[in-house]
C-alpha cells in the first residue's frame, strides 16, 4: 500500500512472530477480563438489591480497569520482598485471596504508610493448598515477622479467602500473636458459585460445605472488622460477609466489585480507623516475640 510505514520488515519474522503473539495474549486477556466481569456481575444482581444501570455499568467498568491493572502484574508480587511499606509502628501483614498474591495490597499499604501505620508485609502462599495449612504457614509468616520488628503482635488486614486463612489461624495458634483482624470481602458464610473451582481451599469455600458450616458458630478470637460490598461480584448476598453474629463488627460499603474494593479510599479510611481506634482493645495481650526467627521458611 502506498504511504505504508512497515515497522517490522519481512527481513524479521521472528520479531513479527513474538509481536503478533504479544497482541494476540494481550486481546486473549482483555477479552477474559471483560467476560469475567460482565457474567459475574450479572450472576451477582440476583443475589443482591437492585440499583440503576448506570450505576452497575460504573462499577463494572471500575472493576475492569482495577483487573485489567493489577492481574498482569501478579508475577511480580512473587518476586518482590515480602515488605510492602516502610513504618515504624506496629507491624501488619496483609493476606491475599484466591489465585492471588500480595501485590493487590500496593496501594491499601502505602495509604496505612501515610496514617503512620505497618510496616506492612505481604504473606504469599499457595491458594490451592487447604485452609488450615495456608493458615499454619500464615503463623510461622507472623512469627518471623514478630521476631525480625522485635513486636509482641501484628495487626492483620485479608482480602476475600484470605479472611477464612486468617480466621482459621486465630482458631490454631496457641496463643496468636494477632491483636486486630480486618477482613475485606470475606465469604465467611461460603460463596454461592456452583460452578468449577481448583484446589481444596476452593471447594472449602462454597456454601454449605463442610469447611463452612462447621465454623459458622465459631466466635472471633480478636476483635474483628469485616469490611464488605453491598455489590461484591464475586462475594454474594453481603451477608455472606458478616461477622456480626461471631463477635465481630460490620462495614458496609456501596456498590464496589471484588477486586476494586481493595481500592477503594471508604475502605482505607475504615481500616486505618479500626487500627487506630485506642477503644478496640485486644481480647487476649500477646505474649513477648521470639528472640530468633523460626527455623521454619516463611512464605
Not at 15 to 20: D, E, K
Not at 121 to 141: C, E, K, M, T, V
Not at 238 to 260: C, E, F, I, Y
Request: proline share 8%; hydrophobic share 45%.
Amino acid at each position: 500500500m502506498p504511504g505504508r510505514v512497515d515497522l517490522l520488515p519481512p527481513q524479521y519474522p521472528a520479531l513479527r512472530l513474538v509481536l503478533a503473539l504479544v497482541v494476540a495474549s494481550a486481546a486473549l486477556f482483555v477479552t477474559g477480563v471483560i467476560a469475567y466481569v460482565t457474567g459475574s456481575f450479572l450472576l451477582m444482581r440476583a443475589h443482591t438489591e437492585p440499583r440503576p444501570w448506570g450505576v452497575a455499568l460504573r462499577e463494572a467498568a471500575r472493576e475492569t480497569f482495577w483487573t485489567l491493572l493489577i492481574q498482569p502484574l501478579v508475577p511480580l508480587g512473587y518476586l518482590l520482598g515480602r515488605r510492602l511499606a516502610s513504618g515504624s509502628g506496629r507491624p501488619v501483614v496483609f493476606v491475599h485471596g484466591y489465585t492471588q498474591n500480595r501485590i493487590n495490597f500496593i496501594g491499601l499499604a502505602r495509604a496505612l504508610q501515610r496514617a503512620g501505620l505497618g510496616p506492612s508485609f505481604g504473606f504469599n502462599y499457595p491458594w490451592h493448598l487447604a485452609i488450615d495449612d495456608s493458615a499454619r504457614r500464615l503463623g510461622r509468616f507472623i512469627e518471623r515477622v514478630c521476631a525480625d520488628t522485635k513486636s509482641a503482635a501484628v495487626d492483620v488486614v485479608t482480602h476475600s479467602m484470605g479472611g477464612l486463612v486468617a480466621l482459621e489461624h486465630l482458631h490454631l495458634a496457641t496463643p496468636s500473636r494477632v491483636r486486630k483482624l480486618v477482613t475485606i470481602a470475606g465469604p465467611h458464610g461460603g460463596v454461592s458459585w456452583r460452578g468449577p473451582v481448583f484446589g481444596r481451599a476452593g471447594a472449602s469455600m462454597r456454601r454449605g460445605c463442610e469447611f463452612i458450616v462447621d465454623r459458622a458458630g465459631r466466635q472471633v478470637a480478636v476483635p474483628v472488622l469485616s469490611i464488605y460490598s453491598t455489590h461484591d461480584n464475586i462475594v454474594f448476598p453481603p451477608t455472606t460477609s458478616s461477622l456480626s453474629t461471631r463477635g465481630g463488627k460490620d462495614a458496609m460499603v456501596s456498590t464496589a466489585g471484588h477486586l476494586a474494593i481493595l481500592f477503594d479510599p471508604q475502605v482505607a479510611r475504615e481500616v486505618i480507623a479500626f487500627l487506630k481506634d485506642p477503644e478496640v482493645q485486644a481480647i487476649t495481650e500477646p505474649s513477648s516475640p521470639a528472640v530468633e526467627a523460626p527455623s521454619a521458611p516463611a512464605a
